[in-house]
């Protein structure tokens, strides 16, 4: 098989994990397998380039940002191949350009647009393992950088591009969980999890897997595992729904915390004004998240949503602004609420799924203040002195006999 | 005018450093000139990825072992951009592939081959002041570093390549010396300095510019000036002889410690195996410096010379395997001496340099071991005891009245 293992910081994090990496690798190619590895920056090595920076000026330069943190996974590339050929293996370090990966000409966040697979098959035809660093890339000659996640996604996008077998996430958890397992009783590691489900729980908070990487893997019908550097635990394989060999209607609980919700109230129905609100709201980065709209007379409308805590201050400023041209009456916003979602692929053929929800998150002593659906997910905005028990009380209710 | 401006790891050591820095190139851009900025790795921070490359592997492959090395540089030119933008210059960095230095395809040590002025003068053309990492190239795809005093050498070839009108190389030193000031009273700073006595002192272990970068200044014409990047002062301009003044009998009194000499005694007279020796001993990195060769008798000469103290046991090894095919006697080795070397373009036309030498040494206490001699230059090897005094006794009675 030709597997892509991707190693994030906390398993490059010292010269001793570089060294654990190294053995993993070796294990992988003693049993025959062809292997690229792909790596992240040695643990907070990216913090400490940022703060660097920020001693210089307090508004860096983005491509100049990208130049300086890209040096950070270059780092990891050339040790991890050190330790490889210490062990005997033939290794060799590729930087986002020497591996060919085209991003857009943006900073920051660069989507990759195409990997020529020639630099990488060729050094794989000479039995070496080429490691690449993840996270960047390089557009017009300059060095990108992909955002957070990025080396997932870099490390996906390569199992794409040489239609490699599997592509193995190294991380410090060793695998998907039906809920955060430090909170809820009985939260159990999966087997399985389809991209869709794989989409939604990555975009509700649980951080495991970068939701542009299960994206690109989707597209791709790249077969994924997540599993943990540390130990030698079956990790969870993230794949196509179809492939699955049955579907549970819930497959885990997330949460997402510090939520506010914003109400404008009073608003003539004409839908102009309000794609223009939420227009400008992306425009300055706030990310809205659950919209209700409801009509109440015929004469006004009535839109609420979500946004970050962080956000508010802001959001309200830009509603502010723009009163006169949405022309409501008032705006009502509330703090300290929380998300709890339930995400299941079989969701879609069981009616009563919201219905349930809504009891486990009253039997938890919840009010529910917003709800949002989609073929897969039903999300709750709570109160957030409820989180705890609400989410263990969803996941009693939907996972715990799944088991 | 077009000023190529090289600023040491001392001088972008911190970011307050760089700052520092930043105002100065802005002083310079304020005065009408263009700049092309080329940079070492911050302070330590070479050392540390040495530190981390030798825990990770106690023999590191040296193709990554510049890959690795070649970050530092990479961080100091972000830095130095950043800081650069945030006075309101225009400026990008370059790695050494972006500046399109291409060098032979060798790691560690690499000889720059080409500069491609294109991408640098095109940056010139917008006003942008382009930020190069010093000290790295690029070879069939892979990066490469040059080996010590690597950046001086970087700033100097793409002086050359852009045809620049003075190449500034910024160091905590301010200047070029007659002799260390530390050790030797009276010793003053040269106004002017020609490429070959430079190369002398460089090769004599003044550290201020390293030999190559002298060597490509001299076979360019690029006129160079060493100074301070802590003080105002007029550094040493390093130029060609024909367009100096006039010309110093002596210019400078170097000095080079831990030196160890080898006598091998009665060996037969065919050159043959002595080349061979010099060879072998070339070949095993061990650097043989004086070399002296008297003839006593017909059937038999004597060779002796100096290695670096650090050498000597590895040097002593390699000619005992030797011994048969040199056919010598025996081998008499001697350590704790010293080298103390007067360089001077105006030597060539005085013939009592060297008796005055002696003269001078000879009043220091100190008896001349080993002589050797260039047309600028006269060097003796005597016992390190009288290093201090011999280095003043010779200051003074070449240069003192000379200021």
């Given at each position: ?6 190693y994030?910081?906390?398993?490059v ?29 040695m ?8 703060d ?24 990891s ?56 660093a ?24 390569i ?6 077998d ?9 695998g ?7 909170k ?24 495991v ?36 060999e ?38 300055q ?88 659906t989609?073929?897969?997910k ?5 109160e957030s002195?409820y ?16 088991e």
């Amino acid at each position: 098989m030709l597997i892509v293992q991707k190693y994030g910081g906390t398993s490059v994090g010292s010269p001793e994990r570089i060294g654990k990496v190294a053995d993993r690798i070796a294990k992988t190619i003693a049993k025959g397998h062809q292997v690229v590895v792909v790596v992240s920056a040695m643990g907070h090595s990216t913090d400490a380039l940022v703060d660097l920076a920020a001693q210089v000026t307090e508004n860096p330069d983005k491509r100049e940002m990208d130049a300086l943190l890209a040096t950070g996974e270059q780092v990891s590339t050339a040790l991890v191949s050190m330790a490889l050929q210490k062990r005997g293996i033939q290794a060799k370090s590729f930087t986002g350009w020497q591996a060919a990966v085209q991003t857009e000409p943006v900073h920051g966040a660069a989507r990759i647009e195409t990997i020529d697979p020639q630099p990488l098959s060729d050094y794989l035809k000479e039995n070496g393992v080429a490691v690449v660093a993840g996270f960047q890339g390089i557009a017009k000659g300059a060095v990108t950088t992909l955002g957070r996640g990025g080396s997932d996604t870099t490390a996906v996008a390569i199992a794409a591009a040489l239609k490699a077998d599997l592509c193995e996430i190294y991380t410090d958890v060793d695998g998907v969980y039906t809920a955060d397992p430090r909170k809820v009783t009985g939260a159990y590691k999966l087997e399985q999890v389809s991209y869709d489900e794989m989409l939604e729980l990555a975009n509700l908070g649980s951080q495991v897997l970068h939701p542009r990487a299960v994206e690109t893997a989707k597209r791709h019908q790249v077969a994924l595992v997540v599993r943990s550097s540390f130990t030698d635990a079956e990790g969870t394989v993230v794949k196509d729904m179809t492939t699955m060999e049955g579907l549970r209607v819930v497959t885990g609980v997330a949460q997402e915390k510090e939520v506010a919700r914003l109400a404008i109230v009073g608003v003539p129905p004409s839908s102009k004004p309000l794609t223009n609100m939420f227009r400008t709201l992306a425009k300055q980065n706030v990310n809205v998240d659950v919209i209700v709209q409801s009509i109440l007379r015929e004469e006004e409308v009535d839109v609420s949503f979500t946004v970050s805590e962080a956000d508010l201050d802001r959001a309200l400023e830009l509603l502010e602004a723009l009163k006169e041209s949405l022309g409501y009456r008032e705006i009502v916003h509330e703090k300290g609420l929380c998300k709890v979602s339930i995400v299941g692929a079989g969701m879609i053929s069981n009616p009563g799924v919201a219905a349930q929800m809504f009891e486990a998150l009253e039997a938890a002593g919840a009010r529910v203040k917003m709800v949002s659906t989609s073929e897969i997910k039903v999300s709750c905005v709570i109160e957030s002195s409820y989180l705890e028990a609400a989410i263990n009380s969803v996941h009693a209710s939907f996972l715990l006999d799944q088991e």
